[in-house]
């Protein structure tokens, strides 16, 4: 069962990856370079997840092309967006809620590589209305 607790233990992990790659790698590369290291520390660390993941939108009962993908979705309950910016734009945080909510997420998180410190100015986490619905423990 997802708890809220779990779900917070997750997320560290999935940070402490984030940092592990930004520490080998440094600040100043291309997005899709991050990505596929990312992936590469997940596995090593086995944390299961999916890549690219085609996030639907259902419109009045009709699936619609909208062609949303998230970069990746950790145990299917977190999301996990990555950037390679050098700052991060208020549209990157509503897109990461909206696929949270399409996947009925309860938690997600923007990761920005292009810094100097992922932990205090590199990320941001976020929850919604699925969170509080979760056990705490």
């Given at each position: 069962?997802?708890?809220?607790?779990?779900?917070?233990?997750?997320?560290?992990?999935?940070?402490?990856?984030?940092?592990?790659?930004h520490?080998?790698?440094?600040?100043?590369?291309?997005?899709?370079?991050?990505?596929?290291?990312?992936?590469?520390?997940?596995?090593?660390?086995?944390?299961?997840?999916?890549?690219?993941m085609?996030?639907?939108?259902?419109?009045?009962?009709?699936?619609?092309?909208?062609?949303?993908?998230?970069?990746?979705?950790?145990?299917?309950?977190?999301?996990?967006?990555?950037?390679?910016?050098?700052?991060?734009?208020?549209?990157?945080?509503?897109?990461?809620?909206?696929?949270?909510?399409?996947?009925?997420?309860?938690?997600?998180?923007?990761?920005?590589?292009?810094?100097?410190?992922?932990?205090?100015?590199?990320?941001?986490?976020?929850?919604?209305?699925?969170?509080?619905?979760?056990?705490?423990?």
């Open positions: 069962m997802i708890t809220q607790k779990y779900l917070d233990e997750l997320t560290y992990n999935v940070i402490g990856a984030c940092i592990e790659v520490k080998e790698i440094g600040k100043g590369l291309l997005e899709n370079v991050y990505h596929q290291c990312l992936k590469e520390e997940l596995r090593c660390r086995n944390i299961i997840f999916v890549s690219e085609k996030v639907p939108l259902i419109y009045k009962g009709k699936e619609i092309n909208a062609d949303f993908k998230c970069d990746l979705l950790v145990e299917n309950c977190l999301v996990v967006e990555l950037k390679a910016t050098s700052e991060l734009n208020p549209i990157y945080e509503a897109q990461l809620m909206t696929y949270m909510k399409l996947l009925k997420a309860p938690k997600g998180i923007l990761i920005n590589f292009n810094c100097f410190n992922i932990f205090k100015e590199g990320q941001k986490t976020f929850v919604n209305e699925y969170f509080k619905l979760l056990p705490k423990f």
